[in-house]
């Protein structure tokens, strides 16, 4: 299906990062340090999730994947360019675009159109092709008859379906979501990552998405396990959430049916590991009754 | 209560008035608001008056609409009047008590009164046929000359639009707050002005926090996008002229012209100014 030999877009070591609390008199007199060496490798396409509890860094280090925040220590090269270096700022934004948690804010436009075309004003397009970056934007993330719409009128699943549709007509080659979904209620979480997951899949645009929501992460190529600033497990859905235990040390949940299954297999049910669906659950329980 | 202004607001619609350039339309309201007041006769005024009535009637917009948005500042207008009507020294027709009333004064009221009538409706206009939007994007390109002179005009466009966008979502939190607090006991709705106006006052802390950390994530959002001001950004919606607005420019010669050839060849009597 994808060419194992992939292009890495995302690379890096070692990444740290250090919050400085400055007293009156502008020294430094606490820090905290956010990131604490934390090694990044995403492949051209991939669908990464980041998942971790509050305070475990992952936001931190999604914005340094977007050069809004630059490591206090390692290094960090996106799409080749090196995020330190202030002249490629632009580059590493365009490349690696970003979706925040709070839909409101960050829509700076009141016409859905005009705002999705504000990173493309921005990157100087001419303004016939941010017409048609725009159109193929919001066709992608299904809000074209909206367009015309103010964001005040739509839901919280909608406006962040907007976002991303700002985000992708910036043509970029990795799109990182922030926890995109935190404020959002189930129907609009589902809105949200089905369009993020479509997007992965049909136009082959690298996805990291960062969450709290188990449920978000069992489509994912790869899911990246953060806490207290650094990657504690990582693996594939299935590996992860066969390690319920570990989990729960780090006070993360697993899906609720794999929850059930864990409970199962915990009273006797012989059931495999890593059970992440409410299908995968009922056919297994389906060969056991078979068996008996 | 906020709802009910009509004045500012835009009122849908596809004529030939909402069609025109902003920058067309920013400049026939200032045009037409220097000529009420440099131009203070019963002549100018009648034509004054024919020319908002040819803009009320293309416009398609309501009559009752455009007067119902003259009602906040009513009151205004009316203190504005009477001043003129009781404080302006002359000639004194009517005397009652300590308050009387000279002709001049009578004149200068009416004369204040056509004026804010006419500049309300003048300026409402152009907010009623124009979006906010467009109306920002008038205000940046027609005066983007004033770059020159180190005025960043980008820059205030940006904060305009971007005030915009963010006057319903802070209005609804607002509405949120005052929830919050009434359920706690908090009374914003008896007592006198000063009491409520005091009532206010701890609305106003979680406001400011809740805005200022907006902006901070706005700030983020944008950055992220790649706004970098106004330099080298291209436009989704540039501004272009079209023979209309050129028809449009030549109406607001004439009218201006006319008003010029009424001042100097038109002489009815009642002229201060």
């Known amino acids: 299906m994808r060419k194992p030999d992939r292009k890495s877009i995302i690379e890096g070591h070692e990444l740290r990062y250090e919050y400085l609390h400055y007293d009156d008199e502008g020294k430094v007199d606490s820090s905290y340090e956010a990131l604490k060496g934390v090694d990044l490798d995403v492949k051209e396409g991939q669908f990464i999730a980041i998942l971790g509890h509050n305070g475990s ?76 970056r725009v159109r193929k934007a919001l066709t992608a993330v299904g809000m074209m008859e909206y367009r015309k719409s103010s964001p005040n009128r739509l839901s919280g699943g909608q406006k962040q379906r907007v976002a991303i549709a700002g985000v992708i007509a910036m043509r970029p080659k990795c799109i990182v979501l922030d926890e995109p979904t935190a404020m959002l209620d189930p129907g609009g979480r589902s809105e949200v990552v089905g369009t993020v997951r479509q997007l992965n899949r049909e136009e082959g645009v690298t996805v990291i998405l960062i969450t709290h929501y188990m449920e978000e992460v069992i489509h994912a190529d790869r899911v990246i396990v953060m806490d207290e600033g650094k990657v504690v497990m990582t693996g594939t859905p299935r590996e992860i959430f066969s390690r319920v235990e570990d989990l729960k040390k780090i006070r993360l949940d697993v899906p609720q049916v794999t929850e059930l299954a864990y409970m199962l297999k915990q009273s006797g049910v012989p059931l495999p590991d890593g059970i992440l669906t409410i299908g995968e659950l009922t056919e297994e329980l389906g060969k056991l009754k078979g068996r008996k | 209560m906020l709802k ?37 006769s019963v002549s100018a005024y009648l034509l004054a008056t024919l020319a908002i009535a040819v803009v009320v009637t293309t416009s398609k917009i309501p009559l009752k609409y455009i007067l119902k948005g003259l009602k906040p500042v009513f009151v205004l207008m009316l203190i504005t009047v009477l001043f003129n009507l009781f404080l302006t020294p002359g000639r004194t027709v009517w005397k009652f008590w300590k308050l009387s009333i000279t002709a001049e004064g009578i004149r200068f009221a009416i004369h204040m009164a056509v004026r804010l009538t006419y500049l309300i409706i003048g300026s409402s206009i152009l907010t009623f046929t124009t979006t906010p939007n467009s109306l920002t994007d008038g205000l940046e390109t027609g005066l983007g000359f004033l770059n020159v002179f180190h005025v960043p005009v980008h820059e205030i466009a940006m904060m305009m639009s971007i005030a915009l966008r963010f006057i319903p979502i802070l209005m609804d939190e607002t509405d949120k707050i005052m929830r919050a607090q009434e359920a706690r006991g908090a009374d ?45 950004r291209t436009k989704m919606k540039p501004l272009v002229y079209r023979r209309r607005d050129v028809a449009a420019y030549i109406a607001m010669a004439v009218y201006l012209i006319l008003m010029i050839l009424l001042k100097f060849f038109v002489k009815i009597p009642v002229n201060i100014l």
Request: charged share 20%.
């Open chain 2, 4 to 40: 009910d202004i009509t004045l500012g607001q835009y009122y849908p619609g596809n004529s030939i008035i909402h069609r025109l350039d902003p920058r067309v339309k920013l400049m026939g309201t200032m045009v037409f608001i220097v000529s009420l007041f440099a131009f203070g």
């Open chain 2, 188 to 232: 914003f709705h008896s007592g006198g002005l000063i009491r409520r106006v005091k009532a206010m006052v701890p609305l106003l802390v979680p406001l400011f926090v809740s805005a200022f950390r907006r902006a901070n994530d706005l700030a983020l959002a944008m950055e992220s996008r790649g706004y970098h001001g106004g330099a080298g």
């Open chain 1, 57 to 132: 860094g992952k936001s931190t280090l999604a914005r340094q994947l977007n050069a809004l925040l630059i490591p206090t220590g390692g290094t960090l090269f996106v799409d080749g360019s090196d995020t330190r270096d202030e002249s490629k700022v632009w580059l590493v934004r365009q490349a690696a675009g970003m979706v925040f948690q709070n839909p409101d804010n960050q829509i700076i436009s009141s016409v859905v159109e005009e705002d999705v075309g504000f990173g493309p004003e921005n990157m100087g397009v001419p303004t016939k092709e941010i017409w048609e």
